[in-house]
């Protein structure tokens, strides 16, 4: 898995995105990919940091996906 983490656009990628107004209420679990971390007002959060329980608009997602899932769902 690291390996894979560290060759970026084969297997999986580490990157941020912002979060969607969909996605926006919704647990990290329901994002399309796994989220690591959560950037909110400019602090890094663990997605296990019960502040992050729900995704908010304007919420700056870190996750783990393979390259061609880079996308949220609809």
Known sequence: ML???LDHGR???LFER???VAEAGE???AVDGVVI??????????SDDPKV???K???Q???VSSHNRRTSKP
Do not use: N, Q
């Not at 971390?37 to 400019?42: D, E, F, K, T």
């Open 37 to 46: 971390a959560v950037v909110r007002g400019g602090e890094v959060l663990a």
């Open 3 to 5: 390996a894979d983490l």
């Open 11 to 13: 297997g999986l990628d």
């Open 57 to 59: 608009e304007g919420d």
């Open 27 to 29: 647990p990290a679990r």
């Open 18 to 20: 912002p979060a969607t």
């Open 61 to 63: 997602l870190i996750l």
């Open 53 to 55: 329980a729900r995704i």
